[in-house]
Nanobody, 115 residues
Framework: QVQLVESGGGLVQPRGSLRLSCAAS????????MSWYRQAPGKERESVAI???????SYADSVLGRFPIARDNAKNTVYLQMNNVKSSKTAVYSC?????????WGRGTQVTVSS
């Protein structure tokens, strides 16, 4: 049974930092294209960061340079380091893994940006 379990969400002040984790079981993160998505209240879900199997990364323009995605193969975990968080970006952040037409979602972790 495949599980993606996010953690690390919570309350963060504008311009603050937070690190999200996505711990995988039942799949190997280095064999999947792993992504972080977010969905703000009343808005569509959007891709934030992608870590490909070959290690290459892609980012949404809105987070480029601030939200690096990383993968720890030994821990089978993917991270999203959120730096200089914007005040308007309260959202549920979800982990997504895809390979060969198979995909899995985590349940998400809430990130609330507020002073």
């Amino acid at each position: 049974q495949v599980q993606l379990v996010e953690s690390g969400g919570g309350l963060v002040q504008p311009r603050g930092s937070l690190r999200l984790s996505c711990a995988a079981s039942g799949l190997t993160v280095s064999s999947y294209r792993m992504s972080w998505y977010r969905q703000a209240p009343g808005k569509e879900r959007e891709s934030v960061a992608i870590k490909r199997i070959d290690g290459r990364t892609s980012y949404a323009d809105s987070v480029l340079g601030r939200f690096p995605i990383a993968r720890d193969n030994a821990k089978n975990t993917v991270y999203l380091q959120m730096n200089n968080v914007k005040s308007s970006k309260t959202a549920v952040y979800s982990c997504y893994g895809e390979a060969g037409g198979t995909n899995y979602w985590g349940r998400g972790t809430q990130v609330t940006v507020s002073s």
